[in-house]
Each structure stands twice: as C-alpha cells, then as structure tokens.
C-alpha cells in the first residue's frame, strides 16, 4: 500500500488531489468547530446537498459547476437566515424543505444532460481523481482568504456563536458576522464536492470537531486538534483506499468515523482508570 501511495506521489494528478484534500482538511477542520458550537451541523449538510442543485445548474449552461455551485450555496445560505426571521420558522423545518428541493432540482436538470447518472454519482460521492487545477485554485484562495480573515474576527465571531446576547451589549455587529460564517461554510462544503461529493462532505465539517470535544479542556484545544483529526483521516483515507482499491471519498468518511469510535472508548478508558486510581 505504501510503495502504491509512493508511486502514484509522481503524478501531478494525484498531487492535486492530496494537496487538496490536505486543504480541505483543515478549512474544514476549523469552520466545522464553530458549526459544533452553533449546534448547526445539518445546516452545513443541507447547504451540501442544496451545491448539488448549483452543479447541475452550472453543467446544464455549460458554466464551471464549481462556480455555479458556489454562488448557489452561498445564495442559501445568507437566504435561509433572512427567511427564517421572516416566517418564524425554525431552521430544522426550513432545512427539511431546502433539502428535497435543492436535490430535486439537482437530479431533474442532470437527467437532462448526456452521460447524467456518472456524472451525477461523481459529485455525490466526489472523485479523487477528477480534482482539477481550477479545483485546487479556488480552494487554495479560499483557504488563504480564510486564513487572512479569522484572526480578526474569529473572537467575535465565537461570542456571537456562544452567546448572541452578549455580543450584541458588547456592540458586536450580529447580522454581519452571521454573514461572513454562513459564506466561509458555503465555500468550504463547494470546495469539497469534487473531493468527497456533497453526501459525504458533512463528515469533514462535523467528525473531527466530535473527536477532539471528547477530550478537549478548552476552545482553543479543539481549534488546535480538529484540523489534526481532518488530515489524519484524509491521508489514512487515502491510503487505504489505495490500497484496498475502494472509493476515496467514502473510506475517508468511514475512516474519520473510527477515530471517533476509536476517540470514544479511549475517553472510557481514561474514565476506568482515573475511577481505579
């Protein structure tokens, strides 16, 4: 498996895509850490879902489906904030309506397209192999971006997710700061429908943060260690379906899953044995 992994390290393909997946990993490692916090992870999985409709829109005018599917992500999610206020709903209920629809509209206009069904799989399951340089370009902007802006709002940005009250007697501007997260997590599930598709993405925004707040004593320890938990389960990902010749996308979920079982019964060995002594 390692001489495969060492091997295929010479093709520019491959480096693209574990460069990207390396990326990925830790933008999703951060912003999945304030999803935790925000108790929004089916939020992120609705946006993912709801790219799908923005590929399919894209491929069907013959427009870079990234592109398409960035701005339509993004749309909903700075639409669904406003709409929720407007009708007094709750996130969940809209969420469940947003899903369906956006996925309906997905498969409809990929039927209408030659070849739909590989297609079609292909952004529900990503395919490592199909990252290309414009992939990687936009994630690499998109990652620097980020990296720009969090340290200097990542403080307020964490009030308003913790405690809304407080930030708005501390004059924290709400409604902006709800706009810049909703946009970073719209970008960053875009980012990685090639990669793992927009049915597995989730696993990236939401299993490494659950990893690391089984055993974190602090924030700052899960803003730390959640990135580390994404690339351990990108490159274990990887590797492993390599070499047991499976989809990558999927055997990187189902691996960052085991770490979180794994994480699990570590914390109740520590729990016997800190009742032992």
Request: without cysteine; charged residues 10%.
């Amino acid at each position: 498996m390692l001489q495969d992994f060492t091997e295929l390290l010479a093709y520019t393909f491959f480096q693209r895509a574990l460069i990207a997946g390396l990326l990925l990993a830790i933008l999703a490692g951060i912003v999945g850490v304030f999803t935790l916090i925000r108790k929004a992870s089916f939020f992120g999985d609705a946006v993912a879902h709801s790219a799908l409709a923005g590929v399919a829109i894209g491929l069907f005018f013959a427009i870079d489906p990234l592109i398409s599917a960035a701005i339509y992500a993004v749309l909903i999610s700075l639409f669904l904030p406003w709409f929720r206020k407007q009708t007094g709903f709750s996130f969940d209920s809209l969420l469940a309506l947003l899903l369906p629809v956006s996925m309906g509209i997905g498969v409809i206009a990929f039927s209408l397209l030659p070849g739909y069904q590989p297609n079609l799989l292909s952004f529900l399951f990503g395919n490592l192999l199909a990252v290309t340089s414009s992939d990687l370009i936009f994630l690499g902007v998109l990652f620097i971006s980020v990296s720009i802006l969090l340290p200097f709002i990542a403080k307020k940005l964490l009030l308003v997710s913790l405690d809304e009250d407080q930030a708005r007697l501390l004059g924290i501007n709400i409604p902006l700061h709800e706009m810049i997260y909703h946009f970073i997590l719209a970008l960053t599930v875009v980012s990685g429908v090639r990669l793992v598709g927009v049915v597995l993405i989730n696993a990236f925004l939401v299993i490494p943060p659950l990893v690391v707040s089984l055993h974190a004593k602090s924030i700052k320890q899960l803003f730390i260690y959640s990135p580390i938990i994404a690339l351990v389960s990108v490159v274990g990902g990887i590797g492993l379906s390599i070499g047991l010749d499976l989809p990558t996308g999927a055997v990187i979920a189902v691996f960052a899953g085991f770490l979180f079982l794994l994480s699990v019964v570590l914390k109740k060995v520590k729990e016997q044995i800190a009742v032992l002594l």
